[in-house]
């Protein structure tokens, strides 16, 4: 057996063995992994660095570095590079911790108009305030050494990311009373309950929707035309008659919406929708309302009107910042998709008939 400099031997068990075969025969996995692979399957099978050198060409040096970590820290270990730092860094940590703390401070402290920091306003910031701050090496410092030191600490200050503070410190209470609620009325609609009290309950989703555009026309629509206009035609051009809210209140028992369309949401229009309420239903029914905290539907005069009407309204509030609760606000999502979706496909219409004048003219 040839000598091997003094090293010890390289044992490897069955495990360490399958994996540097595997990869040593592997054609997709780095160039220098595979070559280390070789390196240490010939060392364990007791050939000297002499012959590793001359069967795979390789410089002592490199046969040694990886023979010497694999026996110091293991096969894993002499497969890769070690870590070095050719010169020591030039920004310091206490260097790097002030362009983090500025990071985190707001522009507008620092003298800025700007609401939230731009990478390139930041660089420059850092820039023309080093050497005054004792890192004269970050007055060169541009925007991607800026960058780095902030992705370094997972820092994105041009970024916002929105969140909802909880100020209701019942809410998990209310959002389980809802909850309960909406399981009631399925079992009812399941005819799953035997209602034992003597008058029938009927739920209500109310809620309103604010600054509703009211649109006009200002030119006829034009009715389709077989093979001259597939569609129907509309101007345009439009007037704006008002901003409008729609007070609306959803039967969650039978899906019916009983809404209403007003210039304004004050406790006399939230009376009105209530009114309606009490006129559709039956007069010995119970009318669970669930609604959020709104001061029209607990304001004095509403007040006085429930007042006027014991037993008849029963409220189910929702938790405050917790209108998704409301089963109404799903059918004025709808409303909006569809305005959304019909919007732009009005715009689009009218954009192309616009360059069909055009061209025409």
Known sequence: MARRAGRAALKLSEEHKA?????????????????????????????SPTQIQRALG???PTIYKCIDKALAAGVATGLQDRYHRPHAPQITDDARAWVVDLACRKPKDLGYAAELWTLSALAAHVSANAHSAGFARLARAGKTTVWRILRAHELMPHRVRYYLARRDARYERKMAEVLMIYHDVDLYRADAVLDARPAPI???????????????VTAPELPPVAGVHPGVGRDHDYERHATLWILAALDLHSGEIIASVEPRHRSREFVALLERLHEHYPGDAVIRVVLDNHSAHVSKETMAYLASRPGRF????????????NLVVSTFSRMA???SATSASLRSTNSSNASSKASTR
């Open 19 to 47: 994996m540097l075969d595997e990869l040593a025969g592997s054609r997709t996995s780095p160039a220098r992994e595979v070559k280390r692979a070789r390196v240490l399957l010939a060392y364990a099978d007791g050939q």
């Open 58 to 60: 390789t410089s002592r």
């Open 202 to 216: 009927y739920t209500v989703s109310v809620d309103e929707k604010p600054g509703v555009r009211a649109l006009g």
């Open 314 to 325: 029963e409220y189910v509030h929702t938790p405050k910042h917790g209108s998704w609760l």
């Open 337 to 339: 998709d569809r305005s």
